[in-house]
Antibody, heavy 117, light 110 residues
Framework: QVQLVESGGGVAQPGRSLRLSCAASGIRFRNYIMHWVRQAPGKGLEWVSCTSHDGSGKFYADSVKGRFTISIDDSKNMLYLQLNSLRPDDTAMYHC??????????WGQGTVVLVSS | QAGLTQPPSVSKGLRQTATLTCTGN????????GAWLQQHQGHPPKLLSYRNNNRPSGISERFSASRSGNTVSLTISGLQPEDEADYYC???????????FGGGTKLTVL
């Protein structure tokens, strides 16, 4: 069964850090580009970052560049997002997404990040 | 990062046809084309089409995408109550080296 399961969300104070994880099953990372996409409460979708299966190609949205770091462990089928210097506008549901032959083919249910003092 | 432009809302009657639009530029939808996603309240999005009119397996033929210049469109024929959802377009922007999304269109089926 193809599944992406995110974890690691929670409440963090502004300026603090969180690490999100995404466990993939039923797929081989080498066939996918893996993304993080977020959605603030009541708002639209915002692409955050993506990486190739071997981590050789990584891209970031301007809004998170220099603060967030994406990483991937192909051997464990795990995707990560390190969130540093968190801001209130980082509050959102964060989805792990797999891009196979199409665009955003596979979606996890998401993990919620709330940045608040 | 500049996003893609979608109308905030569209309303159509049951069994009618709705056409949703998404406008960008030559660096995004005008280049490699766009993708369309459907999101029902409380659920993650679902991919409907990619690179203009490729449908993932399991997606109804009632959903059809096209491109004209820097605008991509999603046509939904024979509207059903379950088509009421938010629809997002997305594309890779080669000048930004980033994916961009439209703000989303809320489709209401009357």
């Amino acid at each position: 069964q193809v599944q992406l399961v995110e974890s690691g969300g929670g409440v963090a104070q502004p300026g603090r850090s969180l690490r999100l994880s995404c466990a993939a099953s039923g797929i081989r990372f080498r066939n996918y580009i893996m993304h993080w996409v977020r959605q603030a409460p009541g708002k639209g979708l915002e692409w955050v970052s993506c990486t190739s299966h071997d981590g050789s190609g990584k891209f970031y949205a301007d809004s998170v560049k220099g603060r967030f770091t994406i990483s991937i462990d192909d051997s464990k089928n795990m995707l990560y997002l390190q969130l540093n210097s968190l801001r209130p506008d980082d509050t959102a549901m964060y989805h792990c997404v797999g891009e196979g032959g199409g665009a955003f083919d596979l979606w996890g249910q998401g993990t919620v990040v709330l940045v608040s003092s | 990062q500049a996003g893609l432009t979608q109308p905030p809302s569209v309303s159509k009657g049951l069994r009618q046809t709705a056409t949703l639009t998404c406008t960008g530029n030559s660096n995004n939808v005008g280049g490699l084309g766009g993708a369309w996603l459907q999101q029902h309240q409380g659920h993650p999005p679902k991919l409907l089409s990619y690179r203009n009119n490729n449908r993932p397996s399991g997606i109804s033929e009632r959903f059809s995408a096209s491109r004209s210049g820097n605008t991509v469109s999603l046509t939904i024929s024979g509207l059903q109550p379950e088509d009421e959802a938010d629809y997002y377009c997305s594309a890779w922007d080669s000048s930004l080296n980033a994916w961009v999304f439209g703000g989303g269109t809320k489709l209401t089926v009357l």
